[in-house]
């Protein structure tokens, strides 16, 4: 008899502790819903017209919004009419935020985020995109690089559609030295460069 109530009591004493540390969880930093090796494709009248992989996306939810997070990074892939591959963006980190009063949603990506419009060769490299998907528009304010067969153009700022189709550096500058890490440092296109070279 004493060796049951010995085992009642125990199971109750694990129940309340069980329970007070489930009481002590923030639900709005706690993942609801946690995705290993996420595979998404959208499609229109059956068409593939984009794809999106990552190696995990984390779903949270709070009162004002619902928000993914993608801490390994994200790969987004855009198709022409014809299948063909047209455009990818990938980078390090990236989020999907969901409004609820408005329904408004944007996707960010960051960390070393590169974007490649294939059948053009044109290839933009910055650190922090935005995608708003109710305007069908990508953009950035931060220092954008872009390489291209026309050339090699730099600046702040790009405005761009949801494909990299027609890509345009905001703030254009002069295309000879090349920012690092946004500081002072520079290398120089001795190629194309005239004029002094700086001393080292």
Not at 24 to 47: A, E, K
Not at 84 to 109: D, P, R, T, V
Request: charged share 25%; with cysteine; glycine share 6%.
């Amino acid at each position: 008899m004493m060796a049951t109530a010995a085992a009642v009591a125990f199971i109750v004493y694990s129940c309340k502790a069980k329970l007070s540390e489930a009481e002590r969880l923030d639900l709005s930093v706690t993942p609801l819903q946690v995705v290993d090796s996420m595979y998404i494709l959208q499609t229109t009248s059956g068409r593939l017209d984009m794809r999106v992989e990552a190696p995990v996306m984390e779903r949270y939810d709070t009162d004002s919004m619902s928000y993914e997070l993608f801490p390994q990074g994200l790969d987004v892939y855009g198709y022409t009419e014809q299948g063909e591959l047209q455009s990818e963006i990938h980078s390090e980190n990236a989020a999907h935020e969901k409004y609820k009063k408005s329904g408004n949603e944007i996707w960010k990506a960051f960390g070393n985020v590169i974007m490649r419009n294939v059948l053009k060769d044109e290839t933009m490299e910055t650190d922090t995109i935005y995608w708003d998907r109710t305007k069908g528009e990508i953009y950035t304010d931060c220092y954008v690089r872009m390489y291209s067969p026309s050339g090699f153009i730099q600046g702040y700022g790009m405005r761009t559609d949801e494909k990299v189709t027609r890509s345009t550096i905001m703030r254009p500058f002069n295309s000879y030295g090349v920012v690092v890490q946004d500081s002072t440092e520079v290398r120089i296109d001795s190629a194309n460069f005239i004029g002094p070279l700086l001393r080292k």
